[in-house]
């Protein structure tokens, strides 16, 4: 019954940046996990990161370490990731993700995921 809205994708130059946004329709939404994953063509979908439900706690893939930040924004319901310095190798379908566990421990895992969005495209050109 959760519904999860995604937003902010596009087409940029390798270099440049891009803030994803993911509103989410639930009453609970401050007691959730929140993460994003994304998907390349012909690829397994991947786990990019996550933010603790009080967001005191954040996990990163080493790839986007230094370059994306995720946030989240309990009273608006909304979770976010900033790209910065883009790679080509960035292109994909980006996913947000919650876990209703929020005691759960560590990165996000895909098969603790309770609700997906319905994915954004970033393409990133060189």
């Known amino acids: 019954q959760v519904q999860l809205v995604e937003s902010g994708g596009g087409l940029v130059q390798a270099g440049g940046s891009l803030r994803l946004s993911c509103a989410a329709s639930?009453?609970?939404?401050?007691?959730?996990?929140a993460g994003w994953f994304r998907q390349a063509p012909g690829k397994e979908r991947e786990f990019v990161a996550s933010?603790?439900?009080?967001?005191?706690?954040?996990y990163y893939v080493d790839s986007v370490k230094g370059r994306f930040t995720i946030s989240r924004d309990n009273p608006k319901n909304t979770v976010y990731l900033q790209m910065n310095s883009l790679k080509p190798e960035d292109t994909a379908v980006y996913y947000c993700?919650?876990?209703?566990?929020?005691?759960?421990?560590?990165?996000?895992?895909?098969?603790?995921?309770?609700?997906w969005g319905q994915g954004t495209q970033v393409t990133v050109s060189s």
């Open positions: 933010i603790s439900w009080a967001g005191g706690a954040t």
């Open positions: 639930g009453r609970t939404f401050r007691l959730y996990t």
């Open positions: 993700a919650l876990d209703s566990d929020r005691y759960r421990q560590g990165p996000l895992r895909s098969d603790y995921v309770d609700y």
